[in-house]
């Protein structure tokens, strides 16, 4: 489904139509597939809304930089035309930059937070830098370049690395160029985690090669209400990898949103 958000048409798929509202927000240069085999299995009480962030999937790819609090804000117009007003949002790696700044913007429509292989800092200046080497690597060869560097670095699973990539490479060129630039942009936010009132989860993957297991830990630490859930065999996809344990943490997380005062 496609509804026009933000000057752009934004693609998204609803798993359920009666439960508490979570989203699920993918990570850079996939889309909203990701979730799609643990959601229809695994989440099946809930309204699991499934967003293809700008750049992403099926939705437009406007061009410039695409900041993470620009997709939070897509994010916000996609659930007030769903009349949405609460949900508990859920991100995967650059998904959790913008469910940050979601809960930053827009702490009154949060119900809870899930952040699933992601990090709360700021790019190093050594990232940054890595980040602008990648977009002129994507202006000269296209998605591929980054296809190739990314996918081998989600999973150990030949298969999920193979449907990985596939989705990479489908990624456009300019979508990818704007959330690479709206990710080295992107504000520090561990200071905005003491302030998430809400029941929170943070998931790591022990063997992930992308987000560290201490930066995980940490904002577990600083958040009031986080359960801390590191699952063995995962790395940076648990909902393909680990689908089971991972759904198992969404549904407690949707059990103790419901009872939260
Ligand atoms: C992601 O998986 O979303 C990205 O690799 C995160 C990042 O590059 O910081």
Redesign the pocket.
């Known amino acids: 489904m496609k509804t026009n958000v933000n000057g752009m048409e934004m693609a998204y798929e609803i798993l359920g139509q009666t439960g508490y509202p979570i989203v699920l927000i993918h990570?850079?240069a996939l889309d909203h597939r990701i979730w799609l085999e643990m959601g229809s299995k695994h989440l099946r009480n809930h309204r699991v809304i499934l967003p293809d962030m700008r750049g992403h999937g099926e939705s437009d790819t406007p061009n410039g930089a695409y900041p993470m609090v620009l997709m939070a804000q897509d994010l916000a117009h996609l659930l007030d035309y769903l009349q949405v007003n609460k949900a508990i949002v859920c991100g995967?790696?650059?998904?959790g930059y913008v469910a940050l700044a979601f809960a930053a913007k827009y702490p009154e429509r949060l119900a809870g937070l899930g952040l699933i292989t992601t990090r709360a800092h700021a790019d190093t200046d050594e990232k940054r830098e890595g980040r602008y080497q990648m977009i002129e690597k994507v202006r000269e060869r296209g998605s591929i370049a980054i296809a190739e560097a990314?996918a081998p670095r989600l999973s150990h699973d030949e298969e999920i690395m193979r449907q990985t990539k596939e989705m990479i490479v489908n990624t456009s060129p300019q979508g990818i160029i704007g959330a690479l630039q709206g990710?080295a942009e992107r504000p520090n936010r561990l200071d905005l985690l003491p302030e998430i009132e809400v029941p929170s989860l943070v998931v790591a993957g022990k063997d992930d090669q992308?987000i560290d297991l201490p930066d995980a830990r940490e904002m577990a630490d600083a958040l009031p209400h986080a359960e801390f859930l590191p699952i063995y065999g995962a790395g940076?996809m648990p909902m393909k990898e680990k689908p089971v344990v991972l759904a198992e943490g969404l549904n407690n997380l949707v059990k103790r949103v419901k009872g939260f005062h």
């Open positions: 990570g850079f995967h790696s650059m998904g990314l990710m992308i940076h």
